[in-house]
């Protein structure tokens, strides 16, 4: 399968800065940080369907039952930091500002695992087809790159990120 796909994942987190302007730094001030973080990526699935059935013909017009795993290869076409919002709970301000290009802090090819199964059956000469796919994500998403604009103007540095998920397809 060739997919193209996007996804957008809102992150809110509470963080402390240690020296906000004070010149204290044993009196952290804390600070929330809310973003929004869209990622647009091509998958290349080569998976492989095991019939349970001996013989899936013979079940013309009743459920047919499958198995399907293989490989699941990703390439990040691009990714935004948007919304972002740094809130000093302090009253000294927050940073807001435009959509940045975080492209670069995702590595551009993504590897994982992919298992599932599914039904189909035969309706008037067509097929419908369900199934349920859980994807594990072999590799970290992210990449050992920091961007100075989210680090210093919304404190934003990603987490370490796996593309784990769970689909259902009819």
Known sequence: ELAFATGKFKESMDVFDNDPGTGNPE???????????SMSWLELNPLVKWWVAKN?????????????????????????????????????GTNT???????????????????????????????????????????NLISTKTLPETAFDYAYAPNDYKLNRVTVNL
């Open 27 to 37: 009196d952290p001030v804390a600070t929330n940080l809310e973003d929004v973080i």
């Open 97 to 139: 500002g435009a959509a940045v290009n975080i492209t670069d802090l995702y590595k551009p090819f993504n590897f994982s695992a992919i298992v599932g199964g599914g039904v189909r059956r035969r309706i008037s000469g067509v097929y419908v087809v369900a199934d349920v796919r859980v994807q594990y994500g072999l590799s």
């Open 56 to 92: 899936p013909s013979s079940l013309d017009g009743k459920f047919e039952p499958f198995l399907i795993g293989g490989p699941g290869i990703n390439y990040v076409l691009n990714a935004s930091f948007q919304d972002g919002k740094l809130d000093h709970k302090d009253g000294d």
